[in-house]
């Protein structure tokens, strides 16, 4: 079944029933053409999990009776990475859908010293509106029961102090020094710099605070691609351990 999402105030377990409105009622009454009598999952995007009967198509909203509900675990693994506003916002968008589908935590916009996009405080909601849009196309189409958590975006000297997190990472060009393999269960938070590449005074800020470098090989990705790989290279590790927490 399709997995579609709903804030928590429009669940009512007590009730058995769930609301669907906006973007998402418009993806399955426009896209999917859904009708009454037709089952589909439903989720918070906060572990909880929705076995649906849709009972009713409005012209706004889609009611439907909740036949049963679980919660799923949180994955005891998350990954954050903060990544520089890129020149393209296509490429930007990419990174925003992959590291979804891949399974990211959490994301930082972030602004450096060599971040040629930084936009106005007027066109940041319209760009969180945009990106908030395809992580949940991204999780809907994964199947994640988790959404990521996304942030507005922060200047390096903000995010490089920020705290909570068990190993912090800094890749880039410059680093001879192999990945680091953190244990499973840890929160981890990568820095990826944009286009331009960090600069020295960056990363020993970086150090400074307590970030650890490393390096993703010889050739010289993308910012993006480096965003992605990193994400990815924490669920080849999971996968490698055989272990199931990877949401």
Not at 15 to 36: M, P, W, Y
Not at 199 to 210: S, Y
Request: one cysteine or more; hydrophobic letters at 40%.
């Amino acid at each position: 079944m399709e997995l579609f999402y709903t804030t928590r105030e429009f669940i009512d377990l007590d009730a058995a029933k769930v609301t669907i409105a906006g973007d998402e009622f418009h993806h399955l009454t426009r896209v999917l053409r859904k009708k009454t009598g037709e089952r589909m999952l439903v989720t918070d995007g906060n572990g909880l999990r929705c076995e649906v009967n849709i009972t009713a198509v409005g012209k706004k909203s889609l009611e439907g009776e909740i036949l049963g509900h679980s919660l799923i675990e949180k994955s005891g693994t998350e990954v954050a990475v903060a990544l520089s506003m890129l020149k393209s916002p296509q490429r930007f968008d990419f990174f925003l859908e992959k590291a979804t589908e891949l399974g990211i935590s959490e994301i930082i916009p972030m602004i450096t010293r060599r971040t040629v996009s930084q936009p106005s405080n007027e066109k940041i909601e319209g760009k969180i509106t945009r990106w908030n849009n395809i992580l949940l196309s991204a999780a809907r189409q994964s199947k994640r029961y988790y959404l990521p958590e996304l942030h507005v975006p922060r200047p390096f000297s903000t995010v490089v102090r920020l705290e909570g997190y068990d190993v912090r990472l800094i890749p880039y060009e410059g680093s001879a020094k192999p990945p680091v393999f953190a244990p499973s269960g840890y929160k981890i938070l990568f820095l990826i710099g944009p286009e331009g590449g960090f600069t020295p005074g960056e990363v020993e800020e970086a150090k400074v605070e307590g970030f650890i470098e490393m390096s993703l090989g010889k050739t010289i990705l993308r910012a993006e691609t480096a965003a992605i790989f990193a994400v990815a290279m924490v669920r080849s590790q999971l996968l490698e351990r055989s272990e199931k927490e990877w949401l």
